[in-house]
């Protein structure tokens, strides 16, 4: 059965809106139409970890490279020998994917926690994760996913650890991985 003309218009008109609001979405999110995306890791670098207290410390090399820029696209990463962490340029909700392994550098049974830092300050709950470590030869990963509101579009990106015994992390590998998902 054909649609009547009446019908006929308002598909369209339908269509229409369908296509601009699919188009405002787009051009929120991409940039030279492609989205905003960005990436680093450590690839078999010891990063040791002072961990001091109870406190989320940030995974780094003090004076140090460590991390290694991926893919980038719409988002920077700083040269110049600290490198650490992402920086995003678009406020905007981010979806932030993050990996990482470790061992605890003396002690025994512990629980090593992780998660994402947003300008040195650790975001708890939301895409933390641990995981139980029973002595010094015990190595293995934990990740976590969150989605985060990045008003600013200025705001770093890290990655923060802790655990209950209070002393130094070795991390070997790990990926830190961000995407513009959405406006503010």
Known sequence: MKP???EEYWLEKILEELLILQGNLQQDILIDGSLYFGSMFIDGVDIIVPILNANPTEVKNAGEDGW???ELNGVTFPTGGTEH???VTEPGRYEIAWNTGAHIDV???TEIHGG???NNVAVRNTGENHRTVTNTQDSGA???VCILDLPNGDEQVSLWVINDLSNNL???HGTVTIKLIGKT
């Open 4 to 6: 009547s003309k009446s």
């Open 68 to 70: 290694t820029a991926g």
């Open 85 to 87: 962490y992402l920086i």
């Open 107 to 109: 002690g025994g049974r």
């Open 116 to 118: 994402v830092m947003i």
């Open 142 to 144: 934990f990740s976590g």
């Open 170 to 172: 070795h991390v070997e």
